[in-house]
Protein backbone atom coordinates (compact mmCIF):
# COMPACT_ATOMS: atom_id res chain seq x y z
CA UNK A 1 0.00 0.00 0.00
CA UNK A 2 1.62 3.34 -1.25
CA UNK A 3 2.65 5.67 1.89
CA UNK A 4 2.42 9.68 1.72
CA UNK A 5 5.84 10.67 2.87
CA UNK A 6 6.18 14.17 4.14
CA UNK A 7 9.92 15.74 3.51
CA UNK A 8 10.99 18.95 5.42
CA UNK A 9 13.78 20.42 3.58
CA UNK A 10 16.04 23.51 3.44
CA UNK A 11 18.56 24.45 0.45
CA UNK A 12 20.87 27.52 -1.16
CA UNK A 13 18.92 28.16 -4.07
CA UNK A 14 22.13 29.61 -6.00
CA UNK A 15 23.11 27.04 -8.02
CA UNK A 16 19.51 25.48 -9.14
CA UNK A 17 16.82 27.23 -11.56
CA UNK A 18 14.50 27.19 -8.62
CA UNK A 19 12.41 24.37 -7.03
CA UNK A 20 10.04 23.22 -9.99
CA UNK A 21 11.52 20.57 -12.10
CA UNK A 22 12.92 21.83 -15.51
CA UNK A 23 14.22 19.45 -18.38
CA UNK A 24 18.54 19.77 -18.55
CA UNK A 25 18.04 22.51 -15.70
CA UNK A 26 19.28 21.59 -12.00
CA UNK A 27 16.18 22.21 -9.51
CA UNK A 28 15.51 21.30 -6.50
CA UNK A 29 12.45 19.03 -7.23
CA UNK A 30 14.61 17.39 -9.27
CA UNK A 31 17.36 16.54 -7.42
CA UNK A 32 15.49 15.22 -4.72
CA UNK A 33 12.98 13.35 -7.35
CA UNK A 34 16.47 11.66 -8.55
CA UNK A 35 18.07 10.94 -5.03
CA UNK A 36 14.08 8.97 -4.43
CA UNK A 37 14.65 6.88 -7.63
CA UNK A 38 18.45 5.89 -6.63
CA UNK A 39 17.16 5.20 -2.97
CA UNK A 40 13.93 3.13 -3.98
CA UNK A 41 13.63 2.48 -7.61
CA UNK A 42 10.94 4.28 -8.05
CA UNK A 43 9.87 7.33 -9.71
CA UNK A 44 8.03 9.79 -8.18
CA UNK A 45 6.49 13.15 -8.87
CA UNK A 46 7.25 15.64 -5.62
CA UNK A 47 5.34 18.00 -4.52
CA UNK A 48 6.23 21.03 -2.93
CA UNK A 49 4.44 23.78 -1.09
CA UNK A 50 6.00 26.77 -2.66
CA UNK A 51 7.73 26.68 -5.92
CA UNK A 52 10.64 29.01 -5.16
CA UNK A 53 12.47 31.00 -8.08
CA UNK A 54 15.62 30.64 -9.30
CA UNK A 55 18.54 31.78 -6.34
CA UNK A 56 15.69 31.57 -3.83
CA UNK A 57 16.81 29.73 -0.80
CA UNK A 58 14.30 28.33 1.88
CA UNK A 59 14.78 26.53 5.49
CA UNK A 60 12.00 24.57 6.25
CA UNK A 61 10.02 23.74 2.68
CA UNK A 62 7.32 20.85 3.18
CA UNK A 63 6.76 18.28 0.53
CA UNK A 64 5.00 15.42 -0.25
CA UNK A 65 5.24 12.15 -2.37
CA UNK A 66 3.53 8.82 -2.57
CA UNK A 67 5.37 5.22 -2.73
CA UNK A 68 4.83 2.01 -2.39
CA UNK A 69 7.51 0.93 -0.92
CA UNK A 70 8.38 -1.43 2.43
CA UNK A 71 11.14 1.62 3.69
CA UNK A 72 10.00 3.64 6.57
CA UNK A 73 9.19 6.85 6.41
CA UNK A 74 11.89 8.15 8.89
CA UNK A 75 14.48 6.64 7.21
CA UNK A 76 14.53 9.20 4.12
CA UNK A 77 15.96 11.43 5.56
CA UNK A 78 19.33 10.05 5.56
CA UNK A 79 18.77 7.66 2.72
CA UNK A 80 17.93 10.83 0.61
CA UNK A 81 20.78 13.25 1.99
CA UNK A 82 23.45 10.38 0.99
CA UNK A 83 22.78 11.10 -2.29
CA UNK A 84 21.87 15.05 -2.40
CA UNK A 85 23.98 17.67 -3.30
CA UNK A 86 25.54 19.54 -0.26
CA UNK A 87 22.78 22.87 -0.59
CA UNK A 88 19.81 20.38 -0.82
CA UNK A 89 19.42 18.86 3.11
CA UNK A 90 16.43 16.81 3.84
CA UNK A 91 15.55 17.74 7.99
CA UNK A 92 12.77 15.73 8.69
CA UNK A 93 10.87 12.28 6.86
CA UNK A 94 7.85 11.50 8.81
CA UNK A 95 4.48 9.75 7.22
CA UNK A 96 1.68 11.94 6.72
CA UNK A 97 -2.19 11.20 6.23
CA UNK A 98 -2.91 9.95 2.24
CA UNK A 99 -4.89 12.90 1.86
CA UNK A 100 -1.78 15.05 2.82
CA UNK A 101 -0.72 17.92 -0.13
CA UNK A 102 1.92 20.01 0.85
CA UNK A 103 0.75 22.83 -1.28
CA UNK A 104 -3.03 22.64 -1.10
CA UNK A 105 -3.15 22.22 2.40
CA UNK A 106 -0.76 24.79 3.56
CA UNK A 107 -2.79 27.74 5.40
CA UNK A 108 -0.38 30.09 5.33
CA UNK A 109 3.42 30.81 4.72
CA UNK A 110 6.37 32.60 6.40
CA UNK A 111 8.87 34.58 4.16
CA UNK A 112 11.96 36.22 5.00
CA UNK A 113 13.84 39.01 3.33
CA UNK A 114 17.67 39.75 4.16
CA UNK A 115 19.45 43.13 2.91
CA UNK A 116 23.31 43.81 3.84
CA UNK A 117 24.54 47.37 4.17
CA UNK A 118 28.16 46.41 3.70
CA UNK A 119 30.39 44.02 0.88
CA UNK A 120 30.88 40.54 2.00
CA UNK A 121 32.84 38.04 -0.20
CA UNK A 122 31.53 35.00 1.83
CA UNK A 123 27.60 36.01 2.19
CA UNK A 124 27.01 38.21 -0.69
CA UNK A 125 24.80 35.10 -2.52
CA UNK A 126 22.68 34.94 0.55
CA UNK A 127 21.57 38.26 0.96
CA UNK A 128 20.65 41.78 -1.36
CA UNK A 129 24.01 43.99 -0.65
CA UNK A 130 23.18 47.67 -1.53
CA UNK A 131 25.28 50.43 -0.22
CA UNK A 132 22.45 53.39 -0.56
CA UNK A 133 20.73 54.44 2.64
CA UNK A 134 17.56 53.75 3.91
CA UNK A 135 14.91 55.31 6.12
CA UNK A 136 14.15 52.88 8.56
CA UNK A 137 11.09 54.50 9.48
CA UNK A 138 9.53 54.67 6.46
CA UNK A 139 10.21 51.05 5.85
CA UNK A 140 8.70 50.36 8.66
CA UNK A 141 5.71 52.85 7.29
CA UNK A 142 5.64 50.60 4.38
CA UNK A 143 5.49 47.59 5.84
CA UNK A 144 2.81 48.42 7.82
CA UNK A 145 0.73 48.70 5.51
CA UNK A 146 0.80 45.39 3.52
CA UNK A 147 -0.86 43.79 6.49
CA UNK A 148 -4.13 43.25 5.72
CA UNK A 149 -6.20 41.55 2.51
CA UNK A 150 -5.24 43.60 -0.24
CA UNK A 151 -5.01 42.65 -4.10
CA UNK A 152 -1.52 42.37 -4.96
CA UNK A 153 -1.90 42.44 -8.72
CA UNK A 154 0.90 45.06 -8.98
CA UNK A 155 3.72 43.08 -7.26
CA UNK A 156 3.09 39.99 -9.72
CA UNK A 157 4.72 38.50 -12.32
CA UNK A 158 2.42 39.46 -15.24
CA UNK A 159 2.20 35.95 -16.67
CA UNK A 160 1.12 34.54 -13.39
CA UNK A 161 -1.49 36.42 -12.78
CA UNK A 162 -5.07 34.41 -11.09
CA UNK A 163 -8.42 35.33 -11.55
CA UNK A 164 -8.45 36.22 -7.68
CA UNK A 165 -4.76 38.07 -7.02
CA UNK A 166 -5.94 38.96 -3.16
CA UNK A 167 -3.92 37.89 -0.29
CA UNK A 168 -4.05 38.23 3.60
CA UNK A 169 -1.32 39.14 5.22
CA UNK A 170 -0.74 38.74 8.74
CA UNK A 171 2.39 39.42 9.76
CA UNK A 172 4.90 42.26 7.85
CA UNK A 173 7.79 43.98 9.83
CA UNK A 174 11.35 44.84 9.21
CA UNK A 175 13.98 44.38 11.88
CA UNK A 176 17.94 44.93 12.39
CA UNK A 177 20.70 42.47 13.24
CA UNK A 178 23.50 44.40 13.29
CA UNK A 179 24.19 45.34 9.43
CA UNK A 180 21.56 43.36 8.42
CA UNK A 181 17.88 44.65 7.49
CA UNK A 182 15.52 41.84 7.89
CA UNK A 183 11.81 41.55 6.87
CA UNK A 184 9.53 38.90 7.88
CA UNK A 185 5.91 38.58 5.85
CA UNK A 186 3.42 35.85 6.49
CA UNK A 187 0.26 35.45 4.74
CA UNK A 188 -2.54 32.80 3.65
CA UNK A 189 -1.18 32.89 0.01
CA UNK A 190 1.63 34.93 -2.34
CA UNK A 191 2.00 35.66 -5.42
CA UNK A 192 4.87 34.81 -7.79
CA UNK A 193 7.56 37.29 -7.34
CA UNK A 194 5.63 39.23 -4.57
CA UNK A 195 7.64 39.56 -1.67
CA UNK A 196 10.51 40.74 -4.29
CA UNK A 197 8.32 43.06 -5.84
CA UNK A 198 6.99 44.35 -2.52
CA UNK A 199 11.04 44.60 -0.85
CA UNK A 200 11.65 46.66 -4.13
CA UNK A 201 9.12 49.03 -3.63
CA UNK A 202 9.51 49.47 0.17
CA UNK A 203 13.54 49.87 -0.52
CA UNK A 204 12.69 52.12 -3.47
CA UNK A 205 10.41 54.46 -1.58
CA UNK A 206 12.39 54.43 1.69
CA UNK A 207 16.15 55.23 -0.43
CA UNK A 208 17.56 58.91 0.64
CA UNK A 209 19.19 58.41 -2.56
CA UNK A 210 17.91 56.86 -5.90
CA UNK A 211 20.33 55.89 -8.57
CA UNK A 212 19.53 55.10 -12.29
CA UNK A 213 18.25 51.73 -11.44
CA UNK A 214 15.47 52.26 -9.07
CA UNK A 215 11.91 53.69 -9.21
CA UNK A 216 10.61 57.35 -8.49
CA UNK A 217 8.46 55.88 -5.70
CA UNK A 218 7.22 57.80 -2.44
CA UNK A 219 5.42 55.93 0.26
CA UNK A 220 2.12 57.83 -0.71
CA UNK A 221 2.39 56.00 -4.14
CA UNK A 222 2.90 52.70 -2.44
CA UNK A 223 -0.07 53.01 -0.39
CA UNK A 224 -1.88 53.98 -3.23
CA UNK A 225 -1.04 50.74 -5.34
CA UNK A 226 -1.66 48.44 -2.39
CA UNK A 227 -5.02 50.38 -1.93
CA UNK A 228 -6.29 50.49 -5.85
CA UNK A 229 -6.07 53.92 -6.88
CA UNK A 230 -2.86 52.87 -8.25
CA UNK A 231 -2.43 49.88 -10.56
CA UNK A 232 0.37 49.67 -13.15
CA UNK A 233 2.87 46.95 -11.97
CA UNK A 234 5.70 47.73 -9.56
CA UNK A 235 8.24 46.58 -12.47
CA UNK A 236 11.07 46.80 -9.53
CA UNK A 237 12.67 43.59 -7.78
CA UNK A 238 14.90 42.88 -5.32
CA UNK A 239 18.04 39.83 -6.26
CA UNK A 240 16.30 36.45 -5.72
CA UNK A 241 19.19 35.57 -3.37
CA UNK A 242 18.23 37.59 -0.15
CA UNK A 243 15.15 35.78 -0.39
CA UNK A 244 13.90 32.80 1.84
CA UNK A 245 10.72 30.47 2.50
CA UNK A 246 11.02 30.52 6.33
CA UNK A 247 8.25 27.66 6.97
CA UNK A 248 4.66 26.59 6.21
CA UNK A 249 2.00 26.02 8.02
CA UNK A 250 -1.11 23.42 8.34
CA UNK A 251 -4.38 23.48 10.24
CA UNK A 252 -3.52 20.68 12.39
CA UNK A 253 0.21 21.97 13.35
CA UNK A 254 -1.89 25.27 14.33
CA UNK A 255 0.18 28.80 14.11
CA UNK A 256 3.81 27.29 16.03
CA UNK A 257 6.86 27.73 13.72
Not at 42 to 63: C, K, P, S, W
Not at 111 to 134: C, D, F, M, P, V
Request: glycine share 8%; net charge neutral; aromatic share 10%.
Amino acid sequence: MAKNIRLTIEYKGTSFAGWQFQPEQATVQGEIEEAIQKTTGHRVTLIGAGRTDAGVHALAQVANFKIDHPLEASRYRDALNYYLPRDIHVTGAVEAPSAFHARFDATWRHYRYIIGAERSAIYRELRWETAGLLRRSDLSKAAAMIRGEHDFSPFCVSSSLKENNRCTITHSAWSEAGPLLIYDIRGDRFLHGMVRSLVGAMVNAAAEQQDNNMLNLTLEDFRNTLEGSRTDRIAFTAPAHGLYLVAVGYPTEGNQE
